[in-house]
T-cell receptor, first 112, second 111 residues
Framework: DAGVIQSPRHEVTEMGQEVTLRCKPI?????LFWYRQTMMRGLELLIY????????DSGMPEDRFSAKMPNASFSTLKIQPSEPRDSAVYFC??????????FGQGTRLTVV | AQSVTQPDIHITVSEGASLELRCNYS??????LFWYVQSPGQGLQLLLK??????LVQGIKGFEAEFKRSQSSFNLRKPSVHWSDAAEYFC?????????FGGGTRLMVKP
């Protein structure tokens, strides 16, 4: 198995632009998580899905953030409009039972 | 609220020395506990996990961890550290379906 695949690995964008991060979970996993990692806040859970349905989005910082999972093999995290304080590494993770998780390599987002 | 605490932000050990990274959790029931390692620029890799049963669990790369309910701890150990072990280590627990992470411990290895 290729593991959790995220794209792009790096994204640099200007403030105000829309950013879309993509994730392909491990096949057969029914839970998908989006995390954000910063020096100041560490690892924060933004949202998670179970069977493609968003279960808990209480970690999503603002309405500028949205996430979708149209099918079992794909999810997106969108930021519109982006701001410099959104600069972070965004991780997608998946698991089969909701216990533990396997992580992707992350997307390093820089908003200038 | 459930939480995970890693008291040591940084630890430096000499290559070949033993290692123990501390982790404490607060959760009423027996939690599912995990240790992850993150190398620079990489994602998090699962080292080991504890669900139930034997309180001493073995993981990859020669790591082990011991669950101690009385101390609410799940410390990570390795008898002899290699230079390639330099990384950041995260303890985590599952409460419900969500993983909650500690703040991480950055391990540096001296030659």
């Amino acid at each position: 198995d290729a593991g959790v695949i995220q794209s792009p690995r790096h994204e640099v964008t200007e403030m105000g632009q829309e950013v879309t991060l993509r994730c392909k979970p491990i096949s057969g996993h029914d839970y998908l998580f989006w995390y954000r990692q910063t020096m100041m806040r560490g690892l924060e859970l933004l949202i998670y899905f179970n069977n493609n349905v968003p279960i808990d989005d209480s970690g999503m910082p603002e309405d500028r953030f949205s996430a979708k999972m149209p099918n079992a093999s794909f999810s997106t995290l969108k930021i519109q409009p982006s701001e410099p304080r959104d600069s972070a590494v965004y991780f997608c993770a998946s698991s089969r039972t909701g216990v533990g998780a396997f992580f992707g390599q992350g997307t390093r987002l820089t908003v200038v | 609220a459930q939480s995970v605490t890693q008291p040591d932000i940084h630890i430096t050990v000499s290559e070949g020395a033993s290692l123990e990274l501390r982790c404490n959790y607060s959760y009423g029931a027996t939690p599912y506990l995990f240790w992850y390692v993150q190398s620079p620029g990489q994602g998090l890799q699962l080292l080991l996990k504890y669900f139930s049963g034997d309180t001493l669990v073995q993981g990859i790369k020669g790591f082990e961890a011991e669950f101690k309910r009385s101390q609410s701890s799940f410390n990570l150990r390795k008898p002899s550290v290699h230079w390639s072990d330099a990384a950041e280590y995260f303890c985590a627990h599952n409460a419900g379906n969500m993983l909650t992470f500690g703040g991480g411990t950055r391990l540096m290895v001296k030659p």
